[in-house]
């Protein structure tokens, strides 16, 4: 395994807390605004739960998916012969382990998008599969033997770039034509600011033609609801690919806890409390982005998510150190791989006064 990441950060974050201020920290995505009510109130309704909870969900918490995912991004599972929706214990299990579920193993190769969210690596070196970095938006090399497992993210952690209905058709097409599973982890699909690049689920019959065969997406409420701590997360898509990662995770006892499928029924059926979330994110962007740019950075895609992907024009390390005298905390473009090392991605995570410090300092 690579060395953690954000360990190589605690130098820097130890300069940013000497800062009279104290540290604004923007370097890693982490909910700070409090659960909303509704999901707490659910969570304690269901809290007395002795029995085992069932590992394919409740019908509850399977219904308000499927209604979210009819609302909020225009995909209908009805069709499918067993509507495809699996509870996973949070993204960053499944896309980590992913690969072992699929049996993947050596000789086996797993493509995703560059600059990306590390642990799509991770997931791939955990099975002894080969990695294929991919460059963002672009098809899969398939010189040797094509990748089993193909993942897009969009929008996309770190940049926010958002993939186009052509690039998604070209995606699915690519792999049907060889053989391969398709994951799109969409955990930022609602999170868009530009009407110029909507997001659309892999799952949209304007993509797939209503075809889920081969094709499955991934969706949390960690940053749409602030249930990072409750690891919220579920798979959606072909129904038999479905079928056969429960049997996987039943085996497993890869079960999300029962009180925590009841808050995540509520929280899928409150629109509400996340397009209030929504607008907060929405103030912060738009106050930190004109802050930076009058700091001489240039914002680079960033159309839709909970970063802003941000470059001077020059190595990462010394972006990183100069936002550090400020107190300020980034990530450094080159953890997310090529095309990251003149980056820093600053999250939307922080309260309105720390926004508002950061803005401050910055000007």
């Known amino acids: 395994m690579p060395p953690f990441p954000w360990d190589r950060l605690a130098p820097y974050a130890q300069k940013a807390d000497a800062h009279p201020g104290g540290r604004v920290d923007l370097s890693v995505g982490t909910p700070v605004d409090p659960v909303p009510a509704v999901v707490r109130e659910a969570l304690i309704e269901a809290a ?15 219904e308000a998916a499927l209604g979210w995912m009819r609302r909020a991004i225009g995909v209908g599972l009805e069709g499918d012969a067993q509507p495809g929706v699996l509870p996973v214990i949070g993204s960053k299990e499944l896309v980590a382990g992913l690969p072992a579920l699929l049996a993947l193993g050596p000789g086996d190769r797993v493509a995703y998008p560059v600059p990306a969210y590390p642990t799509y690596e991770i997931g791939a070196l955990l099975t002894g599969s080969e990695p294929v970095p991919t460059p963002f938006g672009q098809l899969p090399d398939a010189s040797g033997a094509a990748p ?19 690039e998604l058709r070209a995606a699915v097409a ?10 799109s982890d969409e955990c930022y699909i609602t999170l868009d600011w530009d009407d110029s690049a909507k997001p659309v689920s892999i799952l949209h019959p304007d993509v797939c033609g209503g075809d889920h065969t081969g094709l499955l997406a991934l969706h949390s409420l960690s940053k749409r609801s602030n249930l990072a701590g409750y690891r919220a997360a579920f798979l959606a898509g072909d129904p038999g690919l479905l079928k056969d990662l429960l049997l996987v995770r039943m085996h497993g006892g890869m079960i999300m806890p029962g009180p925590v499928q009841a808050a995540m029924a509520a929280a899928l059926n409150d629109d509400a409390h996340a397009a209030a979330q929504k607008e907060l994110y929405r103030a912060r962007r738009t106050a930190l982005r004109a802050a930076l740019e009058g700091a001489g950075f240039r914002i680079d895609h960033s159309q839709a998510g909970l970063y802003l992907w941000a470059t001077r024009g020059e190595p990462c390390w010394e972006t990183i150190g100069s936002l550090a005298e400020l107190g300020i905390l980034a990530a450094p473009g080159e953890i997310y791989g090529p095309g990251g090392e003149q980056h820093v991605r600053l999250a939307l995570t922080a309260t309105d006064e720390r926004i508002a410090a950061a803005v401050r300092r910055l000007g």
Not at 48 to 62: E, I, S
Not at 175 to 181: D, N
């Open 48 to 62: 007395d739960w002795p029995g085992y909870p069932a590992t394919r969900g409740t019908d509850a918490l399977r």
């Open 148 to 166: 089993r497992l193909v993942w897009l993210n969009s929008p996309a952690n770190p940049h926010g770039r958002v993939l186009t209905l052509e």
């Open 174 to 183: 690519w792999a049907r034509g060889h053989g391969a599973v398709v994951v």
